[in-house]
């Protein structure tokens, strides 16, 4: 599907690149932020190169890449914080660094990769500080550190947190002033099991209050039941782009039958199966792992059936959001 040329960077087939062409076009209805043709160079180096992408109003959208993909660069663009080299980043209808971003600017959220604290002052004077620089009213300072589960270190100094709680620090001040839409770069970083599911709690009550939420992570199982759509990046540009599900198919990645059968009988599944087109199949502790492609797998449900009550447990294991990105990347 995907070959790698001599410069290491990644192509898709023509079919592929169709079958993504066709997702990439498909914008949003809302659309809230969109690039067009967004490009950002250091000299040699292409950053970002050309990316086409729309987010819709109230969508939670993940950014993936390996390291240096330009995910970073191009959320300092989506900010106003880095120019663009060619191309066009409008968010909520303003153009990024034009005259009417300012008013924009005011309701976005932004928590960088490494956020910068002051190890001098406490978590609260911390968020004071923060509301200050962005105007917004101070009050809901103490609410927010309740949010994300800091109350108790409110009065310590930034200084004595540990890596997660300054990650979780970075996030309230994300959250100062309601913004509408949030960019949130590795936001998990640091952040023990539970943390990780309070964040995603967090974000999952943002979104139902219309919040468009953009987050870059390099733990895709993490991510991949918790974002509407993403995009995968490599080498600055966009490779893939849609819901977890439309990557899967558009990869045509295959998915595998894990059925437990009376008596262990392996036979009997292989005999069911007959001639149908299996890629793979595999005796598993006490279970056969069978491996199909996505178009017969209906038809393997049905000859599954024929074997009635031997069947004593069957799963389907889709092809995580892993395998996609690996997918894409060989
Ligand atoms: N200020 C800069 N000057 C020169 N090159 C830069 C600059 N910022 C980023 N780059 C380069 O641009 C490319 C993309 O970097 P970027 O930080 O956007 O990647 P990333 O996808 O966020 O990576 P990571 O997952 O490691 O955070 C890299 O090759 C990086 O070295």
Known sequence: MT??????????????????????????RDAVIEARGAARHYGAVRAVDGVDLAVARGEVFGLIGHNGAGKSTLFRMMLGLVPPSAGEIRIAGAA????????????????????????????????????????????????????????????????????????RLGFAQALLGRPQILFLDEPTTGLDPEAIREFYLILR??????????????????????VDRLAIMAAGRVQALGTVQELRE?????????????????????DALGSLPVAAIEARDGHVAVQVRREAKMAVFAALATLGDRVLDLSVREPSLEDVFFGFSD
């Open 3 to 28: 070959t790698t040329g001599e410069t290491g960077v990644e192509s898709t087939t023509p079919a592929a690149a169709e079958a993504l062409g066709q997702a990439a076009a498909r914008p949003p």
């Open 96 to 167: 990024v660094g034009g005259r009417d971003f300012r008013a924009v600017r005011r309701r976005i959220g932004y928590l960088p990769e490494n956020v910068v604290l002051y190890d001098n002052l406490t978590g609260l004077e911390t968020l004071h500080f923060f509301a200050r620089l962005k105007g917004v009213p101070a009050a809901g300072c103490g609410a927010l550190l309740d949010r994300v589960g800091l109350t108790h270190a409110a009065a310590r100094r930034v200084r004595e947190y540990s890596k997660g709680m300054r990650q």
């Open 205 to 226: 009550g943002l979104r139902a209050e219309g919040v468009t939420v953009v987050i870059t992570s390099h733990i895709l199982a993490e991510i991949q039941e918790r």
């Open 250 to 270: 558009q990869m045509d990645l295959p998915l595998w039958f894990e059925v437990r059968v009376a008596d262990a009988d392996f036979a009997a599944v292989r």
